[in-house]
């Protein structure tokens, strides 16, 4: 079983359309969680950390389920420019943790006209 | 201000071989990690490296090699080149000690280097 799973898409929505993504992750004694935005051919980029008590930034919502090991993000109003791949990412934090970050697989989202 | 630099932007490799790739961190980050993106996967930690040692490894067999040096800049070394190293990979940097209110450091990437293995 991975370290942290996703459902690989593609998502394919439309413009204006709400899409929400989940991942789920095996170790419970993960302590930090984000969502990294990757386009094609590029780095992955934060698009933001994921909070107990979720967090919202413009568009975009996380959610943190530590009972059910799940994390969530949906995004709202969809632009053509949201179009990338998503991934989930969470840290063991620990002594030694560090920057150790564990990534899923992505999950591509398609938004089209 | 010039963020996480790394090269050469893409090579091409053939089996047995041996590769060396650059990365200089952000300007103020002291810690440089290394990640293994294969086609299609999401990144897969290395190593890393803050003061010149390496801090901590990912399940990478010992041709994964690297080191910093005193600029804080570093270098990730692959021996025996097999057909499955082809990826792109990913140096990060961060200001170690700094966390985010999550409590855990938030990386800046480089472009990477896209190696290819004949």
């Known amino acids: 079983r991975k370290e942290v799973e996703q459902d690989p898409g593609p998502f394919n929505v439309p413009e204006g359309a709400t899409v929400a993504f989940n991942c789920t992750y095996s170790?419970?004694?993960?302590?930090?969680f984000f969502w990294y935005r990757q386009d094609c051919r590029k780095e992955p980029k934060l698009l933001m950390s994921v909070y107990s008590s979720g967090n919202e930034d413009g568009r975009f919502t996380a959610q943190l389920n530590r009972a059910s090991q799940y994390i969530s993000l949906l995004i709202r109003d969809s632009k053509l420019s949201d179009s990338a791949t998503y991934l989930c990412v969470v840290n063991l934090l620990g002594n030694n943790a560090g920057n150790m970050l564990t990534f899923g697989g992505g999950t591509r989202l398609m938004v089209k006209p | 201000d010039a963020g996480v630099t790394q090269s050469p932007t893409h090579l091409i490799k053939t089996r047995g071989q041996q590769v060396t790739l650059r990365c200089s961190p952000k300007?103020?980050?002291?810690?440089v990690s290394w990640y293994q993106q294969a086609l299609g996967q999401g990144p897969q930690f290395i190593f890393q490296?803050?003061?010149?040692?390496?801090?901590q490894r990912g399940n990478f067999p010992d041709r994964f090699s690297g080191h910093q040096f005193p600029n804080y800049s570093s270098e990730l070394n692959v021996n025996a080149l097999l057909l499955g190293d082809s990826a792109l990979y990913l140096c990060a940097s961060s200001p170690f000690g700094t966390r985010t209110k999550s409590g855990a450091n938030v990386l800046t990437f480089g472009a990477g280097s896209r190696l290819t293995v004949l």
């Open positions: 490296y803050y003061e010149e040692e390496e801090r």
């Open positions: 300007s103020g980050h002291d810690t």
């Open positions: 170790n419970s004694a993960s302590q930090s």
